[in-house]
């Protein structure tokens, strides 16, 4: 078997935490190999193999020997790209707590607590058309719920990405819209466990294949944030924080921030005026969101990304390759 290639990535390691950032509810199906320590995903096509192993080490790649074009001084442009590589996280974190005295030392009653772990969480830049489904998919849904079907979904109808020479190290390029589109695929949804969303899925990807389709999903990420959302919203099953999640999420729309119950926990702690509504109507959505805006600045989605994942906390579970390994060995005994 080929050996083993590594090459780390040129980040500071304090503003870039692997694993903190891969369970922060921003992505759904990165795969945590424990035995290796190594994380399985698909960018761009391309299947990466990632690693850190402790905080105080830098994050590193794999590439095969045999690779055309080996790295020497530079990031792959796809890591560069899904992980705002360019960006220094560091300046962020000064601005945010200069801005925000609540971001470094939170309320007394807060839990939120920032520490050398999750001040490592990236922001990551994803592709539109996964981004769309996998946040229809996350609409009054829990985390591990949305990576099992996620999961589930991309076996089925996703195509196959095996590690050359070790096919045990394997992934799957998310549905096109054409397969989501299909006729029938309502009740395959069903079966997989995707509820009353196994409508809307289909409906999504034949309302976006009308409308411009994959293309005009990246031509949002060069248009308005109003003009993302308006079209967004048209598309059967998306409200407003389904709309905002995709905006930050894939759309380049980094001063957004999308306001659930833990963002609104937030946003009372720091005493906004719209907060103090019982339930979210959509203009106190949208007051909180402007008005977390105004506090963290340029990149608030960056900093909403971190505060909800520290507030998440450990609810959300790693993807590990060898767990599910062994559930299907225990299943096909029985």
């Known amino acids: 078997m080929t050996s083993d290639i590594w090459f780390p990535i040129h980040v500071n390691p304090r503003e870039f935490n692997l694993r903190a950032t891969l369970t922060s509810g921003q992505a759904f199906r990165w795969i945590y190999n424990a035995e290796l320590n190594e994380w399985y995903g698909v960018i761009n096509g391309t299947l990466w193999r990632l690693r850190q192993s402790d905080n105080s080490h ?55 607590r920032l ?7 990236r922001l990551l830049r994803q592709d539109p058309v996964e981004t769309v489904f996998a946040f229809l998919t ?17 076996e089925a109808y996703g195509k196959p990405i095996h590690w050359p020479e070790s096919p045990n190290i394997r ?21 997989m466990g995707f509820g009353y969303r196994s409508n809307y899925i289909p409906a999504a990807a034949r309302w976006i294949q009308t409308n411009g389709g994959e293309q005009r999903l990246f ?3 060069n248009v308005s944030t109003d003009e993302a959302r308006e079209f967004l919203m048209k598309i059967p099953g998306i409200g407003n924080k389904v709309a905002d999640c ?28 719209a907060s103090a509504c019982s339930s979210l109507t959509p203009k106190s959505y949208r007051d909180i969101s402007k008005a977390l805006t105004t506090l963290w600045g340029d990149w608030a989605g960056w900093a ?24 299907r060995r225990s299943e096909n005994s029985e």
Not at 115 to 121: E, H, K, L
Not at 171 to 191: I, Y
Not at 305 to 321: E, H, M, N, T, Y
């Open 304 to 327: 909403q990304a971190i505060d909800f994942s520290v507030r998440l906390g450990a609810s959300i579970p790693k993807r590990d390759v060898q767990s599910r390994k062994r559930k």
């Open 219 to 221: 031509q949002l990420r």
């Open 58 to 112: 830098s994050v590193e790649f794999h590439m095969l020997p045999n690779s055309s074009s080996l790295p020497r001084c530079h990031d792959p442009p796809d890591l560069v790209n899904y992980f705002r590589l360019n960006v220094s996280l560091s300046t962020l974190l000064t601005q945010w707590r200069t801005n925000d005295r609540q971001f470094a030392r939170p309320v007394k009653h807060s839990l939120v």
């Open 246 to 273: 995709i905006c930050l999420s894939a759309l380049d729309k980094i001063n957004v921030v999308p306001v659930d119950v833990h963002i609104l926990r937030a946003a009372r702690e720091r005493e906004i005026p």
């Open 171 to 191: 992934h799957w390029q998310f549905p096109s819209l054409a397969t989501l589109a299909q006729p029938g695929m309502e009740d395959k949804l069903r079966a």
């Open 115 to 121: 520490d050398r772990q999750t001040s490592g969480i």
């Open 138 to 154: 996350s609409a009054n849904n829990n985390v591990t719920r949305i990576i099992q079907l996620l999961m589930r979904l991309s």
